[in-house]
Structure formats: C-alpha cells, structure tokens
C-alpha cells in the first residue's frame, strides 16, 4: 500500500498560527532591540519599516496567511454536511464563507508585503478587508457550530474578543485622527504619516494599538479552537 502522503490539516493550522505568532514575536523582539520599533505599543503594521525584520516579517505571515486560504478550502469541506443538516441557507453561507476567507487572506498577504510606509492607502484598505473578513468567516463558523451542538466556551470569547477590540480599534483610530485635526493636521495624516520609533504617542494611538495586537491574538485563539475539527483530515 502506498504511504499516504498528504498533509494533516489540523498540523497545518497549528504550523499557520505558529508561524504566524512566530513571526509577530520576532519581528518586535529583534525590531525594539535594534532601536527601530518602539517598545510601548507599536502598531504591528509600524514594524516591518526597517532592519533584518523588514525581510521576515512580509514572507513570514503571508506563508501563516496563505496556509489558512487552504484550511479554509478544507473548513469548507468539513462544514458542509453541517450545513446541508441545518438546511435553510447555510450551505450558500458555508460557500460565502469559504470565498470571504479566501479574499480576506489574498489581502491579508498583500498587506503584509505592501507596508505602511510605501503604499500607505493599498496597505490601509487591505488591511481593513483582511480582518473585516476574517471576523466574518469566523463569526459564520462560530454560529454554524454552535448549531449543530458544538459549542466551545474560547471559541465564543475569541470571537466576541475580536469583535470588540476591532470597533475600539476604530473608534480609538477616529480620536486619534479627530486630535490631529484639531491641531491643523490633514484627514489623512496618520494614514501618510505612520508613526515612527522617535514620535511622541498618544494615549489614542497606543490603544489602537494595543486593541489591534489583542484582535491578532483573538484570531489565533480563536483558529486553535478548530483543531478538533481537522482531527484525521487530510488535505
């Protein structure tokens, strides 16, 4: 019998989060000790600007992201017997889903390449896209679960975690934008203008940033709680 040589996808995922943290962690160590970062909150998308990080950090999460675009080609596989047991819409949303994580992961990847500095309004928009999707297909998968009698208590706090660290990152990016236009700047000067290692930081950009390494976070609390989904399937 031949040796079965395809991949396990819950190993994938694990390796897609891992690499995924890995690369974040490294990029803010290797980044702040060099002087380049500041330690006290970067934005992550602030970090890759410069130093031996800037050569890691784009092909280290676009590998993470685009080992979650095949998972979710193999979410979609696994939840459609769920979905076809609910009946109603839910296989047409388990199709939605598995094209929403798809676009949301191809942005993912152009955004991590294409930083902040460079191509300020590309980087913005895919970013926005990325995790807007991402919580969306996560959302779908939570609801779907919870229906057909899966329900998993970190699951739902990641979930409602990412959700709520996503509008408070908004809201807290609006004041901060709101404070630099009361001091003459232009609507979009944080946008063309990322915030360098020598900046002075206000108390609303540190806690956009903090809000967004804590939804990054929730989405990979969130992926890990799916291992047991991917328990024996294959790619």
Do not use: K
């Not at 280290?60 to 109603?88: E, Y």
């Not at 889903?97 to 930083?115: E, M, Q």
């Amino acid at each position: 019998m031949a040796e079965d040589t395809s991949i396990g996808a819950q190993r994938l995922l694990e390796f897609s989060v891992g690499l995924g943290i890995a690369t974040l962690v490294a990029t803010y160590v290797v980044g702040t000790t060099g002087g380049r970062v500041a330690p006290f909150i970067p934005i992550i998308s602030e970090m890759p600007f410069a130093g031996p990080e800037s050569s890691f950090y784009g092909p280290g999460l676009a590998i993470s992201i685009f080992s979650f675009i095949l998972l979710a080609q193999v979410f979609h596989r696994v939840f459609a017997p769920l979905a076809q047991t609910l009946g109603g819409n839910w296989a047409s949303w388990n199709d939605l889903a598995r094209a929403l994580a798809t676009f949301g992961g191809v942005c993912g990847i152009i955004t991590v390449n294409f930083h902040w500095n460079s191509y300020p309004l590309l980087h913005g928009v895919t970013a926005f896209m990325f995790f807007t999707s991402f919580l969306l297909w996560g959302t779908f998968v939570w609801r779907l679960l919870e229906n057909s009698g899966r329900i998993h208590t970190v699951r739902r706090i990641a979930i409602f975690s990412g959700w709520l660290f996503y509008v408070l990152m908004i809201l807290f990016g609006n004041l901060e934008s709101r404070e630099l236009i009361a001091a003459g700047e232009g609507v979009f000067h944080r946008m063309e203008n990322p915030p360098l290692v020598g900046d002075e930081r206000s108390l609303y950009l540190n806690m956009m940033a903090f809000c967004e390494w804590s939804m990054v976070f929730s989405f990979y609390a969130g992926a890990l709680s799916f291992r047991r989904e991917l328990e024996d399937v294959r790619l």
